[in-house]
C-alpha cells in the first residue's frame, strides 16, 4: 500500500500503525497538522472492509478535523484515530488501555476524543494510559447534544440563506442517522416545528425517533428521493455521490456527518443543481468546541462559541454566491488560510 500516493493522504505530518497482539488492537492514529496547536480529534471504532479503507477513513478525517478546528477558531491542530473491530463485541478494557499507550507515545502531538462507536466510559479506560483525553465524564462529557445543537444553528442559516426563513417551522427535513447526535438534532427540529422524514440501519433508533417526535420513517435506500426541503446527513460519510445526487429533492443540504462529499467535486455538481451545501467540518464544529471549554468546563460559554457555526457559515455562502464557487472549496480555502498563517 503506498500510503504517500493515496489520494486521500494530503502531507499528514504523521502516521502511526498501532498494534497490540494481546488485546487484539489494530489502530492507525493520523496528525494531519499542528500549525494551529495539538492535533485533536475523536477516535472511532468500526469494522473496516480493510486496512486501507481505515486508512483512508483516517487520513480523511484527519483533515477535516484540521479545516474544522482552523474555521471554529480554536487553537487546536487536526487529528483523528480509527480502532479497526466491531464496537458491540470486541471492546475490552485490555483494548482500549493498549490504545491509550499508544496515544501516550506521542507525547501530547494528538490528543483524543469520542467518535463513532465509541463512548465516554471507554474514553476513561484509555485515560488510564495517558492524560492526552478529552470529552470525559465530569468535564465536557458526551459532545453530541452540543454537536446537534451546533448543526441545528448551521441549517438555520443555510435555510436563512437558500430560502429566505428565519424559523425550520413546517419545513420538511429529512435525517438520515439517528444516532446520539441524529437524536438530539430531530428534538431540536421537532421543538421548531419541522416535518420529520427519517431513517437509520437500527430499528431501535428509528423507533425511538418515530415515538418521540412522530417522524415518519422510511427504508435507508429511500431517503434520498424525499420531496424535503432540507437534506440532514448524520450517519458515515460520502453519501453525497454520483449515484444520489440525481436523487436529491431538497433545497440544502445540512447534516451532522463527516467527509459527506465522496469527491470534492461533487461540491460543483450540488452547486449547479441549485443545492446549497453546508460544509461538514463548519455545521458539525459543535463537538468539538466543547470538548474545547473541557478544563473548568462551562456549558453555557461552549455554547455561545458554537452560535458563531452560524455566521462562519453566512460568510461561507456569501462568498461562494459573489465568487460562484462551491461552497466546500470555499471553506477549505479559508481553512488553509488560518492554518499557513499560524505556521507564519
Known amino acids: 500500500m503506498a500510503v504517500f500516493n493515496l489520494r486521500a493522504y494530503d502531507d499528514h505530518e504523521q502516521i502511526v500503525f498501532c498494534r497490540d497482539v494481546d488485546s487484539g488492537l489494530k489502530a492507525i492514529i493520523c496528525v494531519?497538522?499542528?500549525?494551529?496547536?495539538?492535533?485533536?480529534?475523536?477516535?472511532?471504532?468500526?469494522?473496516?472492509?480493510?486496512?486501507?479503507?481505515?486508512?483512508?477513513?483516517?487520513?480523511?478525517?484527519?483533515?477535516?478535523?484540521?479545516?474544522?478546528?482552523?474555521?471554529?477558531?480554536?487553537?487546536?491542530?487536526?487529528?483523528?484515530?480509527v480502532i479497526i473491530g466491531n464496537s458491540k463485541t470486541m471492546k475490552s478494557e485490555e483494548l482500549f488501555r493498549a490504545f491509550?499507550?499508544?496515544?501516550?507515545?506521542?507525547?501530547?502531538?494528538?490528543?483524543?476524543?469520542?467518535?463513532?462507536?465509541?463512548?465516554?466510559?471507554?474514553?476513561?479506560?484509555?485515560?488510564?494510559?495517558?492524560n492526552h483525553v478529552l470529552g470525559l465524564e465530569g468535564k465536557s462529557g458526551d459532545p453530541s447534544p452540543v454537536t446537534a445543537y451546533g448543526v441545528y444553528k448551521g441549517m438555520k442559516a443555510a435555510v436563512k440563506h437558500k430560502l429566505g426563513r428565519d424559523d425550520l417551522d413546517g419545513l420538511k427535513i429529512s435525517v438520515q442517522g439517528l444516532g446520539h447526535v441524529g437524536y438530539y438534532l430531530c428534538k431540536h427540529l421537532n421543538d421548531e416545528g419541522a416535518k420529520l422524514i427519517v431513517t437509520d440501519i437500527n430499528k431501535d433508533n428509528v423507533d425511538r425517533v418515530v415515538g418521540d417526535f412522530g417522524a415518519t420513517a422510511v427504508d435507508v435506500n429511500d431517503i434520498y428521493e424525499q420531496d424535503v426541503d432540507v437534506y440532514a446527513p448524520c450517519a458515515l460519510g460520502a453519501t453525497i455521490n454520483d449515484n444520489t445526487i440525481p436523487r436529491i429533492k431538497a433545497s440544502v443540504i445540512a447534516?451532522?456527518?463527516?467527509?459527506?462529499?465522496?469527491?470534492?467535486?461533487?461540491?460543483?455538481?450540488?452547486?449547479?443543481?441549485?443545492?446549497?451545501?453546508?460544509?461538514?467540518?463548519?455545521?458539525?464544529?459543535?463537538?468539538?468546541?466543547?470538548?474545547?471549554?473541557?478544563?473548568?468546563?462551562n456549558l453555557e460559554a461552549a455554547l455561545s462559541k458554537v452560535d458563531e457555526i452560524y455566521g462562519t457559515l453566512t460568510e461561507v455562502f456569501e462568498a461562494s454566491d459573489s465568487q460562484k464557487r462551491p461552497t466546500n472549496i470555499i471553506a477549505d480555502e479559508l481553512a488553509r488560510q488560518r492554518v499557513a498563517a499560524a505556521k507564519r
Open 32 to 81: 494531519h497538522n499542528t500549525n494551529l496547536g495539538p492535533a485533536v480529534g475523536g477516535c472511532r471504532m468500526w469494522d473496516y472492509n480493510s486496512d486501507e479503507g481505515a486508512l483512508i477513513d483516517a487520513l480523511r478525517l484527519s483533515r477535516g478535523m484540521t479545516y474544522k478546528n482552523a474555521m471554529a477558531g480554536l487553537k487546536m491542530g487536526g487529528g483523528k484515530s
Open 100 to 130: 491509550g499507550r499508544f496515544v501516550e507515545k506521542l507525547s501530547g502531538k494528538y490528543i483524543t476524543a469520542e467518535d463513532v462507536g465509541i463512548n465516554p466510559q471507554d474514553m476513561a479506560i484509555v485515560n488510564k494510559e495517558t
Open 255 to 297: 447534516g451532522a456527518a463527516n467527509n459527506q462529499l465522496a469527491e470534492d467535486r461533487h461540491g460543483d455538481i450540488l452547486m449547479q443543481k441549485g443545492v446549497l451545501y453546508a460544509p461538514d467540518y463548519v455545521i458539525n464544529a459543535g463537538g468539538i468546541i466543547n470538548v474545547s471549554f473541557e478544563e473548568n468546563y
